[in-house]
């Protein structure tokens, strides 16, 4: 990249109330037992991981829509506000390419340029690993029984997943 230019990957996730039911430790010959609280609720996860730096950026909706990835947008825009460009690379997702995100991004003057990953190829989408760590963490069989309760829960996950993927962006460039 030329200097001055950053590039991040960019994806969603979805956060679940209901538990997904997955392997789990547990003593042998006892049946562990996970509560669903009935009506599932969920929210959604903007991500954009820094290609160079492991950096995390994200933003939190009750929708899963193109005004999520807009919030993204404009929150890469202010984490980033020194960087001459933004190259974001994301999946294509309907809402990556909407009329109102193209909008967006002719409105940010050419700040910010869209790459889009070739269909079906989630593992070259590096925030991917991020998102599946999460997963494995928060929402396997997880007990709360309020979304505001698991919200925290996922933000203090996500906080430290960061930290982890920066320290391994950072070893791989030493």
């Excluded at 430790?25 to 492991?54: D, F, H, I, S």
């Amino acid at each position: 990249m030329p200097k001055g230019h950053v590039t991040v990957y960019e994806d969603e996730v979805d956060i679940h109330l209901n538990p997904k039911i997955g392997l789990d430790w547990m003593v042998r010959g006892q049946q562990k037992e996970v509560e669903t609280p009935g009506q599932n609720e969920k929210r959604y996860l903007a991500g954009a991981m820094n290609a160079v730096t492991g950096e995390v950026v994200w933003v939190e909706s009750e929708r899963k829509r193109s005004e999520l990835f807009i919030a993204l947008l404009a929150r890469l825009l202010r984490v980033y506000a020194g960087a001459k460009m933004i190259h974001l690379i994301p999946d294509n997702y309907r809402i990556h390419r909407s009329r109102i995100t193209q909008m967006a991004v002719a409105f940010y003057g050419g700040k910010i340029v869209l790459h889009f990953l070739p269909p079906y190829c989630p593992n070259e989408n590096k925030i991917e690993r991020l998102w599946e760590d999460l997963r494995a963490e928060v929402a396997r069989n997880q007990r709360c029984g309020l979304m505001d309760e698991l919200m925290e829960y996922v933000r203090l996950s996500l906080r430290r997943l960061a930290r982890q993927a920066r320290r391994r962006s950072q070893l791989r460039s030493a």
